[in-house]
Nanobody, 119 residues
């Protein structure tokens, strides 16, 4: 089992940037593919970005493609999400997720960190 703790959320003006962090503990971090999801008020949780175990492969939702970067530091057991040019519609609770499978759903989830973008 792996435990995930997100940080870095907050209130930011539209057009600004934010870097979220997710610290993992409990198991070998490099064995897990990682991802970020988000849930806006009244909406279902949706995928934002994912990264392979080595960090060599990243993939993004269309809504953030081109203005976000997911990365990981396996030595620090941490995955990051940088989002630039923030928009009010980026307002959501952002969740970190981990899984050992090669594809499919994610088994482990953090508690989330709130991101609020003001216009």
């Amino acid at each position: 089992q792996v435990q995930l703790v997100e940080s870095g959320g907050g209130l930011v003006q539209a057009g600004g940037s934010l870097r979220l962090s997710c610290a993992a503990s409990g198991r070998t971090f490099s064995n897990y593919r990682m991802a970020w999801f988000r849930q806006a008020p009244g909406k279902e949780r949706g995928f934002v970005a994912g990264i392979s175990r080595s960090g060599g492969w990243q993939y993004y939702a269309d809504s953030v493609k081109g203005r976000s970067t997911i990365s990981r530091d396996n030595a620090k057991n941490t995955v990051y999400l940088q989002i630039d040019s923030l928009k009010p519609e980026d307002t959501a609770v952002y969740y970190c997720a981990a899984d050992r499978k090669d594809f499919g759903s994610y088994e482990y989830w953090g508690q989330g960190t709130q991101v609020t973008v003001s216009s």
